[in-house]
Structure formats: structure tokens, C-alpha cells
Nanobody
Framework: QVQLVESGGGSVQPGGSLRLSCTAS????????IGWFRQALGKGREGVSC??????SYADSVNGRFTISRDNAKRTVYLQMNSLKPEDTAVYYC?????????????????WGQGTQVTVSS
């Protein structure tokens, strides 16, 4: 059974950092793309970052502040979030799709985790 579990969310002040983890079970990370998405209250789901075996991609709004990485042996993908802003507040989801295509379009992803809340507030 394919499953993704996010962890690492929480509350932080502006300028702070958090590291999110997405741990997979039921499949290996070989030849899949893992994406991070977020959905703020009352808004649509947007792509934040994704990573395949050969490439990474970032939304303009987080480029230079967020870093995505993967540890295939641990079946885990990380999202290091630095210099957090109040507008980064959202539920963060990870998702996976087979192949090495790098895309931030949510519709391309097949399996999703349940999400973890990130709140940036003073």
C-alpha cells in the first residue's frame, strides 16, 4: 500500500526555520518524483518544490529560501525552510508521481500525504 507521511510542521516566528519530512512506504523512491505543495486557508493548492532523480524545481516564492533533498535509503524527502514569512503559513503536503518529470502542477501527482500545518506568526 502506497503511503506518504509528512512531519515537522509547527509554529515559528518570521525569519525562523523548519524542516519538513515526507516518509514513503509501500514503494521505493527510485524513479519517482516527490513534490511538496501547500494550501493556505481559502486558497488553492500550489506547488512549492519537487525533486526527481536528476532535477529539482522551486516556486519563485520560495526559491533561495527553501531547499529540497532526498534520502532514498530512508525513503524520505526533506524540505528545509529558512527565512520563513507569514505568507508561508499553510498546510504542507507531499505527493508522488512515477517517473522523472519535474513539475509543480498538483494534478500530475497521484498519491498524497495527509499534510502538516506550518504557521509563521509573531
Amino acid at each position: 500500500q502506497v503511503q506518504l507521511v509528512e512531519s515537522g510542521g509547527g509554529s515559528v516566528q518570521p525569519g525562523g526555520s523548519l524542516r519538513l519530512s515526507c516518509t514513503a512506504s509501500g514503494f521505493t523512491l527510485d524513479y519517482v518524483t516527490i513534490g511538496w505543495f501547500r494550501q493556505a486557508l481559502g486558497k488553492g493548492r500550489e506547488g512549492v518544490s519537487c525533486i526527481s532523480n536528476i532535477r529539482t524545481s522551486y516556486a519563485d516564492s520560495v526559491n533561495g529560501r527553501f531547499t529540497i533533498s532526498r534520502d532514498n535509503a530512508k525513503r524520505t524527502v526533506y524540505l528545509q525552510m529558512n527565512s520563513l514569512k507569514p505568507e508561508d503559513t499553510a498546510v504542507y503536503y507531499c505527493a508522488t508521481v512515477a517517473g522523472i518529470t519535474v513539475t509543480l502542477h498538483p494534478g500530475a501527482y497521484r498519491y498524497w500525504g495527509q499534510g502538516t500545518q506550518v504557521t509563521v506568526s509573531s
